[in-house]
């Protein structure tokens, strides 16, 4: 085990490697930052000036190295827009982001994996039918038309939850979070259900088809014939040697929602990672942009790893090399 997380440490940072180059290339080809940090009247002497400030009049492999060295100190340069350390804008605007990730993966677990017992196990019962349309249905509608159904209905219609917003914070070592207040939930249930529905379909279905080809394996019978209950069967025995799949969407999705979070924050005007982000975009606030870009790198290949070992956890016969 030593051998193999050692073995995949190094495939993460070169990985990461990567991904910094192809940024850094990206962000070069991308127009010319000089403009957003001068005013428009500025004279040619004054952009040699700001061009030689920001390193950018030197060779394009100097600039990379520049570059790195920042990276490795976890300097990535100030906003342009901000006027402030771009790591630090992410990071003020990551726990936000990680809020309503949580608390949607949380919602979509808690109803599929149950359905998708339920559905494997009993595959031509007219309610399994009906929670597979419903999937469908799930799996089909886009997040910003939910979003929006879900603030006219609850929020405009009904009353029931605010429709923008984080409400009230508190501080949790160093970190401003809402789910320790009453109103921070009353915020955060509407975005988290947006974020909930696709993922919650796609578990579901995931979760159907692991039960429907455990239930027809020899274990099952056995554990059936020696007395226990059904639901010791189910869950005891089926559902954990059908979570393998489960396991891999659900780490999957976990990255996926923290990185395309932003349709979601934008509707429901979230101050996440994902606001920030289209903010950015608009302004071309290249620092900024490259943080976000490494930071979703990063906590991708963290979440492979972690599902790896996750997998041997689940069922011991896996071996990793």
Not at 85 to 100: F, G
């Amino acid at each position: 085990m030593l051998g193999y997380t050692i073995k995949r440490l190094l495939q993460m940072i070169f990985v990461l490697w990567i991904v910094s180059v192809i940024v850094f290339l990206m962000m070069s080809f991308t127009g010319d930052p000089v403009f957003m940090v001068i005013p428009i009247d500025s004279t040619q002497a004054e952009i040699d000036q700001a061009r030689r400030i920001l390193g950018l009049d030197r060779s394009l492999f100097e600039q990379y190295l520049v570059f790195m060295k920042g990276m490795l100190q976890g300097d990535f340069g100030r906003s342009y827009v901000y006027r402030q350390p771009a790591m630090d804008l992410i990071l003020e605007r990551l726990p936000a982001t990680m809020e309503i990730v949580v608390v949607a993966m949380i919602f979509a677990a808690l109803v599929a994996i149950p359905l998708g017992v339920y559905a494997g196990a009993n595959p031509n019962r007219a309610t399994s039918r009906a929670i597979m349309s419903g999937s469908l249905l799930g799996i089909s509608l886009p997040s910003f038309w939910v979003g929006m159904m879900l603030i006219f209905l609850l929020a405009v219609q009904w009353q029931i939850f605010p429709s923008s917003g984080r409400g009230d914070t508190v501080e949790f070592m160093g970190l401003k979070l809402s789910v320790l207040t009453l109103d921070g939930w009353y915020h955060i249930i509407l975005p988290s259900l947006t974020l909930s529905l696709a993922t919650m379909a796609i578990i579901l279905r995931i979760t159907r088809a692991g039960m429907m080809e455990v239930m027809r394996q020899d274990y099952m019978k056995f554990a059936r014939a020696k007395g226990v209950s059904r639901r010791g069967v189910l869950y005891g025995h089926g559902l954990r040697n059908a979570l393998i799949p489960v396991v891999t969407i659900f780490g999957l999705q976990l990255g996926d929602l923290i990185a395309f979070a932003t349709i979601t924050e934008t509707i429901f005007a979230w101050p996440g990672l994902g606001k920030l982000l289209i903010d950015s975009i608009y302004r071309a606030d290249r620092p900024v942009i490259v943080v976000y870009l490494m930071l979703v790198a990063f906590i991708f290949v963290v979440i492979n790893f972690i599902v790896d070992m996750v997998y041997t956890w689940i069922d011991p016969r896996i071996t990793v090399k």
